[in-house]
Nanobody, 123 residues
């Protein structure tokens, strides 16, 4: 398992952008599939995006496709989530997670989780 720390959350207005970062302390970061999930108030945690260890394959939830972009810098042990055209319904705690799989879109597939960072989008 790896330790993950998210940053970059905050309060923004609808239509604004934010970039979340998640940094790993492990030395094997480049071998992990990385994902972003979110939990909105009163809702279950849901998948947002995932990126394979080499950055070649990405998957997105339909609700964020075309607005969010996941990327990674293995030299910096960091995965990013660029969020554009934010909507009030994007308000949630955002979590990054790591999995030792080829690709992973399900919560149960991830073995390491960060503590989360709050994103609040006002209308």
């Amino acid at each position: 398992q790896v330790q993950l720390v998210e940053s970059g959350g905050g309060l923004v207005q609808a239509g604004d952008s934010l970039r979340l970062s998640c940094t790993s302390s492990g030395r094997t970061f480049s071998s992990y599939v990385m994902g972003w999930f979110r939990r909105a108030p009163g809702k279950e945690r849901e998948f947002v995006a995932t990126i394979r260890w080499d950055g070649v394959i990405e998957y997105y939830a339909d609700s964020v496709k075309g607005r969010f972009t996941i990327s990674r810098d293995n030299a910096k042990n960091t995965v990013y989530l660029q969020m554009n055209s934010l909507k009030p319904e994007d308000t949630a705690v955002y979590y990054c997670a790591a999995a030792r799989l080829w690709i992973a879109t399900k919560e149960y597939e991830y073995g390491s989780w960060g503590q989360g960072t709050q994103v609040t989008v006002s209308s």
